[in-house]
């Protein structure tokens, strides 16, 4: 994880509206630039692009990237977008599982309309078996997500999970809420630029804060996924699993598609399970620059990819 400017900077890059032209033209064309964190810009596409992930022992993620949305209209047409993706998942045979994120759904409408909208999108999860997982967003949606995923679980869906920050210094409370449940918790360390009012702003107290909510969520939690490319996360979780003598099937680690191959490949070879977050769609701008705000090698990486294309 790089600092917190280098964080803002690219935030603020990725409302710049030229910027994001630019590279739509550029950057998902075959062999374009955004192609090694993006799978493609329609659901067939990222079913193609990864469809050699499980024959390599890979678990996967399917993530419509999506902008967020003012108005009822624009999130219901989003719900209904889902059913379409969640046939094409169907159809395919791909694993049935698939993030998402609520203001896409209507969070910013209002709590009733981003559950209106999961419970439809969860009708035709649940008749299919799919895993469905609320990603995160920013610190002003923290609560209103939990709000969303307990008010669906207390409707009997149990095909559904979140996401927790370790940036945030309310998780550990959370982690214990979702224990309580009985939920499934993604752990990541936070991808926004948050402020010191509710976050660590410190690498080192993030990465400490990751270890012990990793612990508390193996030791407590129900199939936590430790979503995180850091060897020293991986190590940690990997020596609390075996000093508390825990099967390598009570938890898996997730990783970014495009990010880290080999560690992906060399865990799963240990015999830990892998699952690979794969996003794909056309408003993969936000996303992207997210990424390259994360490692400024990216950045030399996209430009070779730019300059090679000339
Ligand atoms: C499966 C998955 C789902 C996620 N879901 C969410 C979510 O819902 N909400 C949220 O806020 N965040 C989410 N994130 C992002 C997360 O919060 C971090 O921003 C991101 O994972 C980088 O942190 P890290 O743990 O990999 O550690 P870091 O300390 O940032 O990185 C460790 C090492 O990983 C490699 N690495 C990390 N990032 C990159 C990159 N972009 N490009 C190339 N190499 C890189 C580098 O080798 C780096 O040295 C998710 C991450 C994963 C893996």
């Given at each position: ?12 890059l ?9 590279a ?20 067939e ?13 890979l ?30 998942i ?5 694993e ?18 981003a ?56 998780s ?34 993030v ?72 996003p ?31």
């Amino acid at each position: 994880m790089i600092d917190a400017a280098s964080k803002a900077l690219f935030h603020s890059l990725a409302q710049v509206d030229r910027l994001r032209h630019l590279a739509s033209s550029y950057g998902m064309r075959p062999g374009g630039f955004a192609r090694r964190f993006i799978a493609g810009e329609t659901v067939e596409e990222a079913i193609a692009a990864v469809a050699d992930l499980p024959g390599r022992g890979l678990r996967l993620t399917l993530d419509y990237l999506g902008e967020s949305v003012a108005s009822f209209d624009e999130a219901h047409t989003a719900s209904l977008e889902y059913l379409r993706i969640i046939q094409a998942i169907v159809e395919s045979g791909t694993e049935r599982n698939i993030s998402l994120k609520l203001t896409q759904l209507g969070l910013d409408v209002d709590v009733a309309t981003a559950v209106d909208n999961m419970r439809r999108i969860l009708e035709s999860a649940d008749a299919y078996q799919f895993f469905v997982r609320i990603d995160m967003e920013n610190s002003p949606y923290t609560d209103r997500t939990l709000r969303v995923l307990e008010t669906l679980w207390q409707q009997g869906h149990r095909g559904i999970g979140t996401v927790i920050q370790s940036c945030l210094t309310r998780s550990p409370e959370d982690v214990q809420r979702l224990n309580q449940l009985g939920s499934r918790v993604r752990l990541v360390k936070g991808a926004y630029k948050e402020p010191k009012t509710v976050a660590f702003q410190e690498k080192s107290a993030v990465d400490t804060a990751f270890v012990e909510l990793m612990r508390d969520l193996l030791d407590h939690g129900n199939f936590p996924a430790i979503a995180t490319h850091a060897v020293a996360m991986i190590e940690a979780t990997k020596r609390h699993a075996a000093e508390r003598g825990y099967s390598k099937d009570r938890f898996e680690f997730q990783m970014l598609y495009g990010i880290r191959r080999d560690l992906q490949t060399s865990l799963v070879a240990e015999g830990y399970g892998v699952r690979v977050y794969v996003p794909f769609g056309q408003q993969w701008f936000p996303y992207f620059m997210r990424r390259l705000g994360e490692r400024p090698a990216n950045v030399a990486f996209v430009l070779r990819g730019i300059l090679g294309e000339r």
